[in-house]
Structures are given as C-alpha cells and as structure tokens.
C-alpha cells in the first residue's frame, strides 16, 4: 500500500534527484541498511523503501540510504543486532525475537491475548511504551521505529485446523520465543528458524506448519507449500513478532542536530501507524493471492476462536512470571499494553 505521504515523499525526492543531476557529492551523509527479506517483499518496497526516501527528501538531498536486502552483506539474520551495534553496518531492519532475551520488555507486545488483530493500535502502543517502558534495552543503536506485523496466523501443509487439539503433536515453526510457548501451550511443537528458510522446511516436512502472517505468503510462495491457513473470528490472531529499525548509536551520535531531525521526522507516530496499516493491507494482500492459489482459508467462529484464547491464556502467566524474576513488572506492562492498544483501537 503506497500512501499519499509515501507519494509525497517519492516525488520530492524524484525532484532533488533531477536538481542535483552529477553532483553525488551533495550527499554527505550515506547509510547503509541490511535486513533479510528480498527486495520484492511488502517490508523492502513498501515499508523500508519510502521511509529512506522520506529521510533523503528531509535532508535536502544531503543523506543517501542505501539498502541491502537478503542479507546481501553477509551473516544469518539472528546476527543483524550485532551487525548494527558494532558498527558493521548503519542500519538494520531485524526481527526481535531472532535474539531471545535480548528484549524481554518489548516481548509484552507479542503475547497471544495481548496483541489480537490490529497492528496499527499495536505499533502506537509501542511508540507510547517507548520512552517510559522500553528505551533500556536498546543499548548501542537509536531506534529509528519498532513495529509488529499483523500477526501470526496458522499455515499447515495438509491438515485443517479448527480447534487446539488439531495441533497436537505438530511441529510448527515461530521466530519468537514467546510464539514457542503459544506452541507449547496448544500442544505442538515449536521449530525455531528465520522465516527465509521455511519454505524449503515446508516442502521437506521438517515442519507440519507455520506460525507467521498472510504478509509472507507472496515473497517465500507459502501458497505452493501449504493447502490451508486458518485465523480466529475478526482477524483474531495468535499475538505477533516485533520488528525494530534501529541505527549504531555512534553513527547516530556523530550526526549533526539537522541531520538527525530529518530521521526523526520521517520517524514520528504517523509513521509508526502507517506501518500499521501497510502491514495489513500487505496481510490482506497476502492471504487473497493464497485463496486465488486454491487454498482454503479457515476463519474460527466466535467459540472455536475462545476455545485458542482458553488454551493461549497461560502463555501470558509464563511470561509475567519468568520476566518478574529478572526484576521487570510484567503484570504492569501487560496492563499498560493492553489499555494502550485498547485506546488507540477506540481512537481509530
């Protein structure tokens, strides 16, 4: 979903270009960013792409983001936070939860019952939870915006899904630990991988299913490995993965005070919610190319959706308890998330 202000941005950076035709060196700040989706992803062309030009179209032409997708720079994407706190590149786009523990404050996002279908609302949350909530663990790089996508929907290979105890004893795969334990909880069996290797996990049976969203069906074709993908009523889903884009902290402080304003601008809570809403119309986009495919999209009644909520419910508790004992109010944070969304879900 290209928006007005994405459009906006393009053309003025399509008018800075052609004003400064041959003078490369007018760009005296150049970044570089590395994530691990291809380019013809929603989150490279859709997500990533705009937000460079709308901090290029700030600067006046002075700063150039360079993007590199696929890992195209090397290492696996569990290493992409590393990779950005010891200046090996500027900038990253990196899954949380590719490095467990590393996050645990920000994990109250991704808990089933706590996030349920609205990412917009959850990415506000998230811009609110920030600064009084958050900030500690980000050590070594400036966020630039933290995200979650439109949350993680069922993919099975061969086998409709109605109630928790059709997943028993299936191997499933989930980035997050915090999805391990909705896993866990619904009686399957959790497969840690980063999602570019599930397509070929599918096609070998290495594992039965998957725990992502409709948004990752197009780029890794999960419409050819898998014959049904299943929801909750209403969009329910089964919580979510965090994202984050964040810059090296040295990088960032070497940054004169103009320069980082035009981050900051092309960063603010409008685009944290406009991520929202390009996610899930990538979502949509997504599960209506894998119905056109022949699969058959399975969306819970009410019941059978309370049925998984029951079953999730523990999940939370796991969380609360095991984040408690490191020092951390995860009851306070779970409240606090769940009021926050709630009144940026009314908002809207």
Do not use: C
């Not at 270009?17 to 380019?39: D, P």
């Not at 329910?236 to 964040?246: A, C, P």
Request: no cysteine; proline share 6%.
């Amino acid at each position: 979903m290209i928006t007005d202000k994405t459009v906006k941005a393009a053309l003025a950076v399509s008018t800075l270009t052609l004003g400064a035709a041959g003078a490369a060196s007018a760009q005296e700040y150049s970044f570089k960013l590395h994530h691990f989706l291809s380019a013809q992803a929603p989150a490279h062309s859709q997500m990533l792409a705009p937000w460079a030009e709308q901090v290029e179209a700030n600067s006046g032409g002075r700063v150039e983001i360079e993007i590199f997708p696929s890992m195209t720079l090397g290492g696996r994407p569990p290493e992409l936070i590393n990779q950005v706190r010891d200046g090996v590149v500027d900038l990253v786009w990196t899954v949380n939860g590719y490095t467990p523990g590393l996050f645990p404050r920000t994990e109250v996002m991704e808990l089933p019952t706590v996030f349920t279908n609205d990412p917009v609302a959850a990415n506000l949350a998230l811009h609110d939870l920030y600064e009084s909530d958050l900030k500690e663990e980000y050590k070594g790089v400036e966020v630039m915006f933290l995200h979650a996508h439109a949350g993680q929907g069922i993919h099975m290979r061969d086998k409709a899904v109605r109630s928790p105890a059709d997943l028993e004893g299936a191997d499933l795969r989930i980035p997050t630990r915090t999805g391990a334990w909705a896993i866990e909880a619904l009686g399957a069996n959790p497969v840690a991988m980063p999602v570019p290797e599930l397509p070929q996990a599918l096609q070998k049976g290495v594992v039965d299913g998957a725990l992502i969203p409709w948004e990752i069906i197009p780029p890794l074709k999960i419409q050819e490995q898998t014959d049904y993908q299943i929801e909750g009523d209403d969009r329910w889903r089964l919580g979510t993965t965090t994202f984050q884009v964040s810059m090296n902290q040295g990088r960032w402080d070497s940054l004169p005070e103009d320069i980082q304003q035009a981050f900051r601008d092309a960063s603010g809570p409008e685009w944290w919610a406009e991520v929202g809403e390009i996610w899930r119309a990538s979502d949509d986009f997504g599960i209506d190319l894998a119905t056109k495919a022949g699969n058959e999209h399975i969306v819970l009644s009410p019941e059978e959706t309370a049925a998984f909520e029951a079953a999730l419910a523990p999940v939370v508790t796991r969380w609360v308890d095991e984040v408690t004992a490191k020092g951390i109010d995860g009851a306070a944070l779970v409240e606090k998330a769940r009021r926050l969304i709630g009144e940026h879900s009314t908002a809207e």
